[in-house]
């Protein structure tokens, strides 16, 4: 008999998941939070990231209570893996996960792990929750971790074309993962030599991005300084054949401003302080500052009162094309450019009005082609956006400020 497959969390990784696999085999997706499972039955993903025709293609049923999952053979968990305080890893919904599955547990099963964590957490912080109920691992069910590398938002990139790490506790579940993930992957499927090692190999991923945009972000705002357009200097840099193409930008959202402390975390742990990783954390975190300061500089530049000053921020999501708002450094920029006194209108056609995070942000849902704005601010690259033309909503002494180099260059829009 064919194995039924339980989903544990049917965010923006878990759906894909869930719905890729369910083409070819029995999904059972269990989520807590009750309002998203409802949507889901209805074939609504509020995330915006599938359509309902794709949601309702597939034979699959969502539950927000864990006991219909009883009769899965294969776990895969997919909650997320957020930060608490002090930027130190958050574990409580791996936990409580874990927990959930340990009494639905059976011999034969195999439990897989997807969310990022940093090297050693799945056997050290889960499988004592799965051994809870005397099921011993390796003996009477199979560990396993397959990390995910959706990219929210990205067409081009999806869950069955982007190749899988697989890793299990043991050969038997290490080939029955390869052969499943397989029958639904267009892409590679690698075998990991070890669990810790398939940890690792996805928190660098980000950790590598979060480090790059960091050096390139160091570059603008030391060009800033210089009197010199970053992007100007990076094309002409990129003509080298070795020169890696990153972009300076604001740096947020579930993984690339969130794991790489994951990995800080077990390095310091064990009596390594990582120096360029975190310098490159508080590098990232300072952008949205900068660009405040640089922003009040200019105001001052093109005499500008700042406290009557007409701004418009394009873009509240962590990334473009995409409604997610997790850890959205255009949120904080937006925040702080209120703590500084100014009128700020924002403008972002993901943007779910009624988010609790936005309520204090002034939120608008179109835009009049008739209003001025002193300040322009593209902080996120939708496609949507393309069809506005800044310099049309600019008033006489009014500038742009490009953070992501998306419009066409001209002496009113300054870049970061
Ligand atoms: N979002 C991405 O682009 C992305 C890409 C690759 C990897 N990841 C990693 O995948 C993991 C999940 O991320 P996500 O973006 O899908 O998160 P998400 O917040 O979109 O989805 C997680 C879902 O899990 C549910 N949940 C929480 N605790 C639960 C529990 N105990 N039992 C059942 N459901 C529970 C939540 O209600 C939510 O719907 C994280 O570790 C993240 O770092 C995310």
């Not at 982007?162 to 499927?189: C, F, G, H, M, R």
Request: glycine fraction near 6%; aromatic fraction near 8%; proline fraction near 5%.
């Amino acid at each position: 008999m064919k194995p039924s497959i339980g989903i544990i969390g049917l965010g923006y990784v878990g759906l894909p998941l869930a719905l890729a696999l369910a083409e070819k085999h029995t999904v059972l997706g269990y989520d807590t939070n009750k309002e998203r499972v409802a949507s889901l039955q209805r074939g609504v993903d509020n995330t915006q990231e599938i359509p309902t025709e794709e949601i309702q293609a597939v034979s699959i049923q969502f539950f927000d209570q864990p006991q219909a999952l009883k009769q899965c053979s294969i776990y895969i968990v997919t909650v997320p893996t957020p930060l608490k305080e002090d930027n130190l890893p958050d574990f409580s919904y791996l936990e409580s996960a874990s927990t959930v599955i340990a009494q639905l547990l059976k011999k034969g099963d195999i439990v897989v792990y997807e969310s990022t964590v940093y090297p050693g957490a799945t056997e050290e912080i889960c499988l004592p929750l799965l051994e809870a109920f005397s099921l011993k691992v390796d003996i009477d069910f199979s560990l396993g971790y397959s990390p995910e590398r959706i990219n929210v938002g990205d067409p081009h990139n999806t869950f069955k074309t982007i190749p899988k790490i697989v890793s299990a506790s043991n050969k038997d579940a290490l080939d029955t993962l390869y052969i499943l993930y397989q029958s639904v992957l267009s892409a590679e499927v690698y075998k990991a030599p070890s669990i810790k090692v398939a940890e690792a190999a996805k928190v660098i991923e980000n950790t590598q991005r979060d480090v790059n945009i960091a050096f390139v972000n160091e570059l603008a705002m030391m060009f800033n300084a210089m009197g010199l357009d970053t992007n100007e200097v990076l094309a002409a840099a990129s003509t080298k054949w070795n020169f890696l193409p990153f972009c300076p930008g604001l740096v947020g959202g579930h993984c690339i401003g969130i794991d790489p402390y994951y990995l800080a975390h077990q390095s310091q742990a064990l009596g390594y302080t990582p120096e360029l990783l975190l310098s490159a954390r508080k590098i990232n975190e300072a952008l949205p500052r900068f660009i405040v300061k640089d922003i009040l500089i200019k105001l001052e530049t093109h005499q500008i009162d700042k406290t009557k000053a007409k701004v418009l921020l394009l873009g509240a999501t962590f990334k473009e094309n995409t409604a997610d708002i997790r850890n959205s450094k255009a949120i904080t920029l937006a925040q702080e450019l209120q703590e500084e006194g100014l009128h700020l209108t924002l403008f972002d056609p993901y943007l779910i009005k009624n988010n609790p995070l936005t309520t204090s942000l002034a939120l608008t849902s179109s835009l009049s082609k008739t209003e001025k704005f002193d300040v322009i601010i593209l902080a996120v690259g939708h496609d949507q956006f393309a069809t506005i033309d800044p310099l049309k909503s600019l008033t006489d002494k009014g500038f742009g400020y490009d953070i992501k180099a998306y419009f066409d260059a001209h002496p009113r829009i300054y870049r970061l």
